[in-house]
Nanobody, 123 residues
């Protein structure tokens, strides 16, 4: 059974940091790109970052460039999202999802999603 389980969310003050984890199981982790998406209340889901399966290429939304870092540990079947200099506008539910091999800008290309972890940044 394919599973993606997020953890690491919480409440943090503006300027603080959090590290989210996405633990995967039930599939060949090395073959899949893993992305982070987020959805704030009343807003559409947006892509935050993605890391490919092959060469580890990374992609970031403009709103998080320079503040967030995505990386993967294939030995642990886990992808991390290090979030620094957090802002109140980063408040959202964060989800990880998988796509075969390459990152995609389209949510429809991701076939399995985790249940999400909540991030709240206070001002």
């Amino acid at each position: 059974e394919v599973q993606l389980v997020e953890s690491g969310g919480g409440l943090v003050q503006a300027g603080g940091s959090l590290r989210l984890s996405c633990a995967a199981s039930g599939f060949t982790f090395d073959d899949y790109a893993i992305a982070w998406f987020r959805q704030a209340p009343g807003k559409e889901r947006e892509g935050v970052s993605c890391i490919s399966s092959s060469d580890g290429s990374t992609y970031y939304a403009d709103s998080v460039k320079g503040r967030f870092t995505i990386f993967r540990d294939n030995a642990k079947n886990t992808v991390y999202l290090q979030m620094n200099s957090l802002k109140p506008e980063d408040t959202a539910d964060y989800y990880c999802a998988r796509a075969y091999y390459y990152c995609s800008g389209y949510g429809s290309q991701y076939d399995y999603w985790g249940q999400g972890t909540q991030v709240t940044v206070s001002s």
